[in-house]
């Protein structure tokens, strides 16, 4: 569903700037951003009007969701179509992306279910090839001739595995029928599961019926472009003057972190270009949004603190007398596979930016653990099953946020202990319910 189409241009008047009006406009904007920051409390409630602009990454970021977390993702969508947009940016990465995202989550499927396809299949040997990987290990040459006092310690370790082997054939023979009848059927399921994940033709269906700009006109990305070596020209200048401090602060624009695309004859101005077109979103519908994204870990839509930089408040507001909440798009509780570098899925990933590749988890607070709670269950009762599990929230939730699981386990019992939260049963599973 397209907008209404509004002749709001970018030109030299309607566009990004490093400085924006004197200083009094430029506190007065950073005090209205302040001043609504509720804006980004529970944005995706569905009786909350705020409009909703996601990044590419957030929409590619769905190929990644449980099948189950991804209809609740197209409940979100679908509820809340008419305040959700996807400006035209977004439309064209995530249409030339899609088809390599579908693909990677394929094959990470069908690699799963060939690894578990092999330990059904290897499960009847596991003794017999420990023993023969040892038979060869004891034929080594340094083995034979250096340790020749060790070889008939290595012959009785054979001797005992085989006899354990021979005086434990029926007990081994249950294990594996119990191997069998317990695997078999969750390795059907994902080899049921290859076949038919190409079919996203629901979650399509909920995009579609959201709200879509118009494309920008050739002019104004040919200005865009310029404007961007522009501020990539200027950013350089004043990292290297002696006379300004913190030019990364001060001299950020959208897409700085994507200038070094231009020297492999990429596009590097897409993030510059979704600045503009949530400004016009801004300017027609004079309204404040929140921008919904994943790509933090380039610091040019926020600093260190995921506060925007006040020259991007004072921009958005001189122009269209509002600003948007940039939100972390792991606000969502929703868990997704992370995968440990973007050249897992191509090399213009838009994916889950900035993940952890070393995988640092942290402890958690009872203050914490409460809020994310609270989120949670607000979003199961909104799009989910009605209820959040244990262990779901524990390992999923939680451990994607890199919280460590003791330490969520422990702050757990305290809570139980201190009246606040309490475990019951629902459909078979340990579920979480808040008391105060």
């Not at 993702?73 to 996807?86: Q, T």
């Not at 390992?395 to 919280?403: D, P």
Request: charged share 30%; hydrophobic share 35%; with cysteine.
């Amino acid at each position: 569903m397209k907008m209404p189409k509004k002749m709001i241009k970018i030109n030299e008047s309607f566009c990004f700037a490093f400085h924006n009006g004197n200083l009094g406009i430029q506190m007065k904007a950073v005090e209205y951003y302040k001043k609504h920051l509720e804006l980004k409390e529970h944005f995706w409630v569905k009786d909350n009007s705020v409009p909703i602009i996601l990044d590419t990454n957030v929409l590619l970021n769905a190929y990644f969701y449980s099948k189950q977390e991804r209809q609740q993702f197209i409940k979100f969508l679908n509820a809340n179509h008419s305040r959700i947009y996807i400006v035209s940016q977004v439309d064209t990465e995530f249409q030339r992306k899609r088809p390599n995202y579908k693909e990677a989550y394929s094959l990470k499927l069908k690699d799963t279910a060939k690894t578990l396809c092999n330990f059904l299949e290897e499960k009847n040997e596991v003794i017999a090839s420990f023993v023969k990987k040892l038979s060869n290990f004891k034929q080594t040459p340094i083995i034979r001739f250096d340790y020749p006092d060790n070889v008939q310690a290595v012959d009785s370790v054979i001797e005992s595995l085989n006899k354990w082997k021979c005086d434990n054939n029926e007990i081994i023979s249950t294990l594996i029928k119990d191997v069998d009848d317990k695997l078999k059927d969750l390795s059907d399921s994902i080899l049921s599961d290859t076949k038919t994940l190409d079919d996203d033709a629901d979650f399509l269906l909920a995009l579609s019926n959201c709200q879509f700009t118009e494309e920008l006109q050739s002019k104004e990305k040919e200005f865009l472009s310029n404007l961007y070596a522009a501020c990539s020209e200027t950013f350089y200048k004043m990292q290297d003057s002696k006379d300004i401090r913190d030019a990364d602060k001060h001299y950020t624009f959208p897409g700085r972190g994507d200038r070094d695309k231009l020297k492999e004859g990429k596009e590097a101005e897409g993030d510059f270009y979704i600045y503009h077109e949530i400004l016009k979103v801004m300017k027609s519908l004079k309204k404040d949004v929140i921008f919904l994204t994943n790509d933090l870990s380039k610091k040019d839509w926020v600093n260190k603190e995921l506060f925007p930089f006040d020259h991007y408040i004072a921009n958005c507001y001189n122009l269209t007398n509002h600003v948007f909440y940039v939100v972390d798009g792991k606000t969502l509780p929703l868990a997704s596979i992370l995968f440990d570098s973007e050249a897992n899925i191509d090399d213009e990933s838009d994916g889950e930016d900035g993940v952890d590749v070393k995988h640092h988890y942290r402890e958690i607070s009872q203050e914490t653990f409460l809020s994310n709670l609270k989120t949670c269950i607000a979003w199961a009762e909104s799009y989910g099953a009605q209820y959040v599990s244990k262990d779901y929230f524990i390992y999923c939730i939680l451990g994607r946020k890199k919280y460590e699981f003791d330490s969520s386990r422990k702050i757990l019992e305290e809570l139980i202990e201190m009246h606040q939260v309490e475990i019951y049963k629902q459909d078979d599973k340990d579920c979480l319910r808040l008391l105060q």
